[in-house]
């Protein structure tokens, strides 16, 4: 079975740090595009960062400057380093891979489970 899990998601104070990781496991052969998005009650998940498999990232412009995007192909990971939060980063943070060569054929659009962010003024 082929899954994300998001981790390092936590409570931190305005200004601080957390570092997120995902993790994609099952029989993967290929991972595409790795991104993080967020959601917070009542509106819509939105995007945060992604990195394709050349390594080109794009960020949304609240973060620039604050958060970086990383991944890993040899352990199919990826991270977000995040500094500086504000109480606006708070929010539930979600794992995607738009595409996945697995085992079983192609697996588009998968997501994680999600890790909540807490961040306090």
């Known amino acids: 079975q082929v899954q994300l899990v998001e981790s390092g998601g936590g409570l931190v104070r305005a200004g601080g740090s957390l570092r997120l990781s995902c993790v994609a496991s099952?029989?993967?052969?290929?991972?595409?595009?790795m991104g993080w998005y967020r959601q917070t009650p009542g509106r819509h998940r939105e995007f945060v960062e992604t990195?394709?498999?050349?390594?080109?990232?794009t960020y949304e412009d609240s973060v620039k400057g604050r958060f970086t995007i990383t991944r890993d192909d040899a352990k199919k990971m990826v991270y977000l380093q995040m500094n500086s939060l504000k109480p606006d980063d708070t929010a539930v943070y979600y794992c995607?891979?738009?595409?996945?060569?697995?085992?079983?054929?192609?697996?588009?659009?998968?997501w994680g489970q999600g890790t909540q962010v807490t961040v306090s003024s």
């Open positions: 099952g029989r993967i052969y290929t991972i595409g595009t």
């Open positions: 990195i394709a498999i050349d390594g080109y990232t």
């Open positions: 995607k891979v738009d595409r996945m060569g697995t085992q079983i054929g192609p697996l588009l659009d998968s």
